[in-house]
Nanobody, 114 residues
Framework: QVQLVESGGGLVQPGGSLTLSCAAS????????MGWYRQAPGKEREFVAR???????NMEDSVKGRFSISRDDAKNTVYLQMNSLKPDDTAVYYC????????WGQGTQVTVSS
């Protein structure tokens, strides 16, 4: 059974940083694409970043240069490092794993506000 558990969200001031973690279990983590999405109030869920099993990354344009995605296959964990945060980054952040189907975590709230 696939499980994805996000953590690391919280309240941060504009310009601040947060690191989100997603701990995965139930599949051979190192072989699969992992991704981060976010959903702001009243908006659709949108792509943020993804990383392949080989470490190739793709970032959504609005976060390029501010966010980075990485993975630690020994810990079955994917990270989203978020710097220079803006109020528009406020959202619930979800990780996903493309294993047989698209699996989602429960999400972690990120609020950027002064």
């Amino acid at each position: 059974q696939v499980q994805l558990v996000e953590s690391g969200g919280g309240l941060v001031q504009p310009g601040g940083s947060l690191t989100l973690s997603c701990a995965a279990s139930g599949f051979s983590f190192r072989f699969y694409v992992m991704g981060w999405y976010r959903q702001a109030p009243g908006k659709e869920r949108e792509f943020v970043a993804r990383i392949t099993g080989g470490g190739t990354t793709n970032m959504e344009d609005s976060v390029k240069g501010r966010f980075s995605i990485s993975r630690d296959d020994a810990k079955n964990t994917v990270y989203l490092q978020m710097n220079s945060l803006k109020p528009d980054d406020t959202a619930v952040y979800y990780c996903n794993a493309l294993y047989k189907t698209l699996n989602w975590g429960q999400g972690t709230q990120v609020t950027v506000s002064s």
